[in-house]
């Protein structure tokens, strides 16, 4: 199985901060790499796919980078609305498999 | 676009539970479909996925032999059987549409809940 690593596994930051997390994969998957926010009680949504395409309706503030093993999610100015944990998904092969999430908080 | 979970509940070690996902808003039977499921305080897991037809299903190793995913087309609907319930599967399992051009989990539903009794 792929296992895939996020760090950190939580970080606090303040609004109108740039965060950075970071998803490393145990092997390459080239650009199959998924972003989900999960706000508390609320099912995943689906931010970037692909490694890098914001999906549609999500703001611009979020971006994706990275291919092979290594990637990122960028938020550029923290919102008070993006206080959630994030979470990275390979799509290259089943079992499909998900980080262990970053918890994004308050600072 | 709507997914609406339901079928979950309290179960025995050993029992058997059957999950439905109703589904709305889209055209159904030109998406596959998946089921993620998330332990309390736990991170999200992948169970299975089907493909748009059916004839296609995955599954991830811990449930292999133990759950059936399956859909009807006709009713909009994906179904997952689940067989020699461990207390291991207490989770809050969603149901997601899989855009298959993406390979990502574009929509999903806000989850039912299985627990265990002791």
């Known amino acids: 199985d792929i296992q895939m690593t996020q760090s950190p596994s939580s970080l606090s930051a303040s609004v109108g901060d740039r965060v950075t997390i970071t998803c490393r994969a145990s092997?390459?998957?080239?650009?199959?790499l998924n972003w989900y926010q999960q706000a508390p009680g609320k099912a995943p949504k689906l931010l970037i796919y692909?490694?890098?395409n914001l999906q549609s309706g999500v703001p611009s503030r979020f971006s994706g980078s990275g291919s092979g093993t290594d990637f990122t999610l960028t938020i550029s100015s923290l919102q008070p609305e993006d206080f959630a944990t994030y979470y990275c998904?390979?799509?290259?092969?089943?079992?499909?498999?998900f980080g262990q999430g970053t918890r994004l908080e308050i600072k | 676009v709507q997914l609406l979970e339901s079928g979950g509940g309290l179960v025995q070690p050993g029992g058997s539970l059957r999950l439905s996902c109703a589904a709305s808003?889209?055209?159904?039977?030109?998406?596959?479909l998946g089921w993620v499921r998330q332990a309390p305080g736990k991170g999200l897991e992948w169970v299975s996925s089907?493909?748009?037809?059916?004839?296609?299903?995955y599954y991830t190793e811990s449930v292999q032999g133990r759950f059936t995913i399956s859909r009807d087309n006709s009713k909009n609907t994906l179904y997952l059987h689940m067989n020699s319930l461990r207390a291991e599967d207490t989770a809050l399992y969603y149901c997601?549409?899989?855009?298959?051009?993406?390979?990502?989990?574009?929509?999903w539903g806000r989850g039912t809940l299985v627990t265990f009794s002791s």
């Open positions: 692909a490694a890098s």
């Open positions: 997601a549409r899989n855009r298959i051009q993406d390979d990502c989990f574009d929509f």
């Open positions: 092997q390459t998957i080239t650009s199959y």
């Open positions: 998904q390979q799509s290259y092969t089943t079992p499909l498999t």
């Open positions: 808003g889209f055209p159904f039977s030109n998406y596959a």
């Open positions: 089907i493909h748009a037809s059916g004839s296609t299903t």
